[in-house]
C-alpha cells in the first residue's frame, strides 16, 4: 500500500512536485505516466526512502517515509531508471550481496527464486560486465523481486529492451501485481493502458488526471466513437446513418470508413448496425474506437498550460 | 555490524580486481623493497658507519608511511564517488542499511586491504632480525607497525570523507592528497614561525608526522593512540553526514 499526501520537493528553488497526494493499494497497478522531467524519479525517490520530501509525507506499506525509513526500505523493491548493477560481480554474486543487505534467512533460495521469476537461471554465473542491456533489467528487476517486497517500484522499467522481452517483462509485472503494490513510472502510454488498474498522470510535477485507462478515455472524449466499413462504397449510406435518432457527427472518411459518435447514455450502435443490413449493406467491420492515451496526454497537458496562462 | 562487513567484503575483494589496487600495491612495496636493499646493502659496506646503530624497523615502516601518503588517496577515491557514478549508490541507499554502516563498511573493506599490503611487509623484521645482532627490538617493532596501522586507518577515514564530499573520483584523489599533506607535512610548519606556545602545542598536537615518529622509535602515550583514532571516528563521521546531506540536496 501506499499512501502519499502533499508531496512537495524543491530542488534549490526549483520545485520539481507540488502537492502528490494519491494512493496505490495492495493487488493494484498504478501507472505513473509523464513526459521526462514531470516529477516521476522524484516521487518514486521519496517513496523508495532514498530522499525525504520537501514537504509533505507518505506511508509505504504501513509505515512512514520519514521517521521509519529502515522499515520501509525493508518492505519495498525498488528499480531505478539506471539499473544499478557491480559489473566487476556475476549475476549470482550480485543478487546474493543484495540478499545479504537485506538479511534474507535463506539468501541462497531466494536468489535462485528471483533468478527463475526473470529467466536468468542459466546466467547466474556470467559476468554482469557481458550482459545486453534487457539482461542488465531484467538483473535489475531481479534484484527488485528478491525479498518479495510488499511494494515493487519501478522507474521507466522496459527502457531499452526489445518487444519481446517488454512483452515477458509485462507478464511478470502483472503476476506480481495481483498480490502486491506495484507503482511503475513509463512515458509509453500504450503500456500504462496494458498494465495498469490505474493511472497516475503527471505534468510539471502535479497530478493532472487520475482514474482507470478506460476511464480516464471516456471521460475525455464525452462521446462515444464508432467506424463501421462496409463492402462496396458507402456514399449513400452516409445519409441514412446521419438520419438516425442520436447520431452525431457522422463523416466519410478517406479510406472508405463511415464514422460517427453518440453520447454514451444513447446507444444507437444496434441502429445503426440494422438500418446498414436493410439498406442492403454488407456490413465488413463495426468497432468503437478509443482516444489513446498519447491524444488523452495531449488534451491534458495542453489544458493545464490554457489554465496556467 | 553484519552490513558493515557485508560492504566491507565486498569492498576487499573489490580491491583484488582493481587494477589501481594492484598498482598501489606494487609501487608500496616495490618502493619498500629497494629502500630496504638499499639501506642494507649501504649498512654492510659502511660497517664503520653502523658500528652502534644498526638499521631498525624504521627502515621499513617510515618508507611505508610516505608511499601511503599517495597509495591511499588512489584507493579510496572510487569508495563512495564510483557508487554514486554508477548509480548503485541510489541502491545501497534504498536498501535497509544506515548511512553510517555503509560508510563503515567501506572505510573497513578499504583497511583490511591495507592491512595485508601491510602483513607483506612482516617479511623484512623477519630478514632484520637474522641480519642483526642480537636481533631488532621486538618492542619497538610492535609500537612501529602500531603507528603505521592507526596512520592507515586516518588516512583511509581522510579519504572516505573526501570520496563522499566529491561525485568526481580525481577531485577526491586531489582533496585526499591535499588534506593528507596538510596533516602529515604543513601543520607543523607555522611552529616555526608563530612564538605564540599556546597555539603550537595545538598544532604539535595535531601533527600526525610528530607522533608517528614518537612511536616509531619506540615510545608511545595514551594520546598518539587517541588521537589517530579520534581523526578517524571524525572522518567517517563527516563522510556518513555527507551521504546523509546528498539525501536532503
Given at each position: 500500500m501506499i499512501r502519499a499526501?502533499?508531496?512537495t520537493k524543491d530542488y534549490g528553488s526549483r520545485r520539481a512536485i507540488e502537492n502528490l497526494t494519491f494512493e496505490a493499494k495492495q493487488g493494484e497497478v498504478v501507472g505513473f505516466l509523464g513526459p521526462n522531467g514531470a516529477g516521476k524519479t522524484t516521487t518514486m525517490r521519496i517513496l523508495t526512502g532514498y530522499m525525504p520530501p520537501t514537504y509533505g509525507t507518505a506511508q509505504v506499506a504501513g509505515f512512514d517515509i520519514i521517521s521509519e525509513s529502515l522499515e520501509v526500505r525493508r518492505r519495498v523493491g525498488y528499480l531505478p531508471e539506471t539499473v544499478p548493477l557491480y559489473p566487476d560481480m556475476t549475476v549470482y554474486e550480485y543478487l546474493k550481496f543484495m540478499a545479504d543487505l537485506r538479511h534474507l534467512p535463506n539468501g541462497d533460495d531466494m536468489v535462485d527464486a528471483a533468478l527463475d521469476l526473470v529467466q536468468m537461471g542459466k546466467r547466474a554465473d556470467g559476468y554482469i560486465s557481458n550482459l545486453s542491456k534487457g539482461m542488465r533489467q531484467r538483473v535489475g528487476l531481479a534484484q527488485?523481486?528478491?525479498?518479495?517486497?510488499?511494494?515493487?517500484?519501478?522507474?521507466e522499467p522496459t527502457i531499452g529492451l526489445d518487444p519481446a522481452q517488454v512483452v515477458e517483462f509485462r507478464n511478470t509485472v502483472r503476476d506480481v501485481g495481483k498480490e502486491r503494490t506495484v507503482l511503475l513510472s513509463t512515458h509509453i502510454l500504450s503500456e500504462a493502458q496494458q498494465l495498469c488498474d490505474r493511472v497516475l498522470i503527471i505534468n510539471k510535477g502535479r497530478i493532472v488526471a487520475e482514474d482507470t485507462p478506460e476511464n480516464l478515455q471516456s471521460r475525455l472524449v464525452g462521446a462515444e466513437h464508432v467506424v463501421l466499413r462496409v463492402k462496396g462504397?458507402?456514399?449513400?449510406?452516409?445519409p441514412i446513418i446521419a438520419r438516425i435518432d442520436g447520431v452525431q457527427n457522422a463523416t466519410l472518411q478517406p479510406d472508405g470508413t463511415l464514422e460517427f459518435q453518440f453520447a454514451p447514455t444513447a446507444d444507437v450502435r444496434p441502429a445503426v448496425a440494422r438500418a446498414t443490413i436493410e439498406a442492403g449493406y454488407d456490413l465488413l467491420e463495426f468497432h468503437p474506437v478509443g482516444l489513446s492515451l498519447e491524444e488523452i496526454f495531449l488534451q491534458l497537458t495542453q489544458d493545464n498550460a490554457?489554465?496556467?496562462? | 555490524m553484519r552490513n558493515i562487513w557485508t560492504i566491507a567484503r565486498r569492498e576487499y575483494k573489490l580491491y583484488f580486481t582493481s587494477p589501481i589496487a594492484y598498482?598501489?600495491?606494487?609501487l608500496t612495496l616495490l618502493t619498500v623493497g629497494i629502500y630496504f636493499v638499499v639501506i642494507?646493502?649501504?649498512t654492510v659496506n659502511n660497517s664503520y658507519?653502523?658500528?652502534?646503530?644498526?638499521?631498525?624497523?624504521?627502515?621499513v615502516i617510515g618508507p611505508l608511511a610516505t608511499v601511503f601518503l599517495f597509495a591511499v588517496p588512489a584507493l579510496t577515491m572510487r569508495l563512495l564517488a564510483d557508487e554514486q557514478r554508477m548509480g548503485t549508490l541510489e541502491l545501497l541507499l534504498t536498501t535497509p542499511i544506515k548511512d553510517g554502516e555503509l560508510v563503515i563498511g567501506k572505510w573497513l573493506g578499504a583497511f583490511l586491504f591495507m592491512l595485508t599490503i601491510i602483513a607483506v611487509t612482516l617479511v623484512y623484521p623477519i630478514v632484520l632480525n637474522k641480519l642483526?645482532?642480537?636481533?631488532?627490538?621486538?618492542?619497538?617493532?610492535?609500537?612501529g607497525y602500531i603507528a603505521i596501522i592507526l596512520l592507515t586507518a586516518v588516512f583511509l577515514a581522510i579519504g572516505t570523507a573526501m570520496s563522499s564530499f566529491f561525485n568526481n573520483q580525481f577531485a577526491a584523489f586531489f582533496a585526499t592528497l591535499a588534506v593528507l599533506i596538510v596533516f602529515w607535512w604543513l601543520i607543523r610548519l607555522p611552529t616555526y614561525i608563530v612564538q605564540n606556545d599556546s597555539i603550537n602545542n595545538i598544532l604539535n598536537y595535531l601533527d600526525l608526522n610528530g607522533r608517528f615518529n614518537t612511536m616509531l622509535a619506540g615510545t608511545m602515550s595514551l594520546s598518539d593512540i587517541i588521537y589517530p583514532i579520534s581523526l578517524t571516528a571524525l572522518g567517517l563521521f563527516l563522510s556518513a553526514a555527507a551521504v546523509e546531506i546528498r539525501r536532503w540536496r
Open positions: 499526501t502533499g508531496l527488485a523481486l528478491l525479498h518479495r517486497p510488499e511494494v515493487l517500484i519501478l522507474d462504397e458507402a456514399d449513400d449510406l452516409l490554457r489554465k496556467e496562462r | 598498482i598501489a600495491a606494487l642494507i646493502y649501504y658507519y653502523s658500528n652502534n646503530t644498526a638499521p631498525g624497523i624504521d627502515i642483526t645482532t642480537p636481533g631488532i627490538d621486538q618492542g619497538v617493532m610492535v609500537s
